[in-house]
């Protein structure tokens, strides 16, 4: 009875409300400004789990999730590591490889590279380099591995290949420190090592986006092995592919644990896992920015119900003169504020999930219409703003902004019950 006569009192005090232009004023107010902050607050969460969604999606589909690289002696036999490995219930696939860092030279140009040396087919299932070739063949790198003089085929990054002013079929040198070997093979290294030149041809270029167009450069293992004098059968690492990435760091350490190789344990955290914590680290930033301003839009309820307490007074002396106990008083003035915080947190998640769905047309269609690019291919891992609407998030954002105004409503509505009948009634 008394939940119903306060709900009926409140509906009645908030039509009555709009009859009162100042009173409507701080009261729409208080519900724009959760409105547009339970808006943004979905909006940023949803560009910040699209921001998490394509850094497992796409950066990590192309460099390994993790590897495991010898320390003191080559790996020998990296087959059999490899289907061990692979028996591992988090390993999606392992492959070989062999890291070099050098120096490509073409006419007057140079460039320092980081080469990798990998199986044509193997690196396919831990990478998806090859699905961004926009020039020749990844496959092209494997031929002539078993001829006596072969033509070393690589494939390059686009960024090498325009700072080298390369092209399909070109012919340049790939210059190897002789302390590469040595190193590979635990044998000391001179002072002063003398490079060593290989030529090779450009087989393929790929084209993915950020630093890794820019110093990226892959051949055949066959070709690698020789390249550092190592035996058949023999590399430097493996690089390992897991069904989760944010489990890494866990899965490479077991497998490393049961490895027979003295090995050092490499993550895609250690390289690239800033930009994981970045995304962590603005999601918190803005998630708190964004509820303190709807905790400022909420504090507007205060004002609003302050301003409704002054002129009720006389409806709640007669009230209490009735015998309508406090919480139908503080009850009706509760639900009173509570209507502005529902009727924003419905338009903002209303607007919030429209405008998250469509995040990356809006933008692209703002960024044609300007003539203006956001986000830059050759600068970040991607060349759009993704968005993935989570339904916690929106859970989360509701109540949060449900909570705060209701926790806006307890102090107003507390003091309504503190009017004194005798005193207002003598006052009318």
């Given amino acids: 009875m008394n939940k119903s006569l306060s709900l009926f009192l409140g509906l009645r005090y908030v039509r009555s409300r709009n009859g009162n232009g100042f009173s409507s004023f701080i009261s729409a107010s208080s519900t724009i400004g959760i409105a547009l902050g339970v808006m943004v607050l979905i909006i940023v969460l949803s560009a910040m789990n699209g921001f998490e969604r394509a850094l497992a999606q796409h950066l990590l589909s192309v460099i390994p999730h993790a590897e495991l690289i010898a320390i003191n002696t080559p790996i020998d036999k990296w087959q059999k590591h490899v289907a061990k490995i ?22 007057s140009e140079i460039k320092a590279v980081a080469v990798r040396g990998v199986d044509v087919k193997l690196e396919q299932q831990v990478s998806t380099i090859a699905d961004y070739m926009i020039a020749g063949s990844w496959q092209a790198i494997g031929d002539n591995e078993n001829s006596e003089n072969p033509v070393v085929g690589v494939v390059i990054g686009s960024g090498v290949a325009k700072k080298l002013d390369l092209e399909l079929g070109d012919s340049l040198q790939l210059l190897l420190s002789s302390a590469v070997n040595q190193k590979i093979n635990n044998q000391a290294s001179a002072k002063f090592p003398v490079p060593v030149k290989h030529q090779v041809k450009v087989v393929g270029i790929f084209k993915f986006g950020g630093t890794m167009d820019e110093i990226s450069v892959y051949l055949s293992l066959v070709h690698a092995e020789k390249m550092v004098n190592l035996e058949k059968g023999q590399v430097q690492g493996i690089r390992i592919k897991v069904a989760n990435v944010f489990q890494s760091p866990e899965v490479i350490r077991d497998i490393a644990y049961s490895f027979d190789t003295y090995v050092a344990i490499q993550d895609w955290t250690q390289e690239n896992g800033h930009i994981f914590n970045d995304i962590q680290l603005v999601r918190l930033v803005m998630f708190i920015v964004l509820v303190l301003v709807i905790a400022v ?5 205060v004002s609003t119900l302050i301003m409704a307490v002054n002129e009720k007074k006389g ?14 008083i503080m009850g009706t003035f509760m639900f009173q504020g509570l209507v502005n915080g529902v009727v924003g947190c419905f338009v903002g998640t209303l607007l919030g999930i429209t405008i998250s769905l469509n995040l990356t047309d809006i933008v692209i269609a703002v960024e044609t219409f300007f003539n203006v690019k ?19 998030d929106v859970v989360a954002t509701v109540v949060t902004a449900l909570t705060m105004s209701l926790l806006a409503t307890l102090y107003p509505a507390w003091q309504a019950t503190k009017v004194q009948p005798a005193q207002v009634l003598g006052q009318m």
Avoid: C, R, W
Wanted: no cysteine; hydrophobic share 50%; net charge negative.
């Fill in 374 to 392: 956001m986000l830059s291919g050759d600068v970040y891992f991607i060349d759009f703003l993704p968005t993935h609407l989570s339904q916690n």
């Fill in 315 to 328: 409806d709640i002396a007669i009230l209490k003169t009735m015998g309508a106990e406090a919480s139908v």
């Fill in 86 to 107: 692979q028996q591992h219930p988090q390993v999606i696939a392992a492959a070989p490889v062999i890291k070099l860092t050098g120096m490509m030279q073409h006419g």
């Fill in 297 to 301: 839009a909420s504090f507007n309820i």
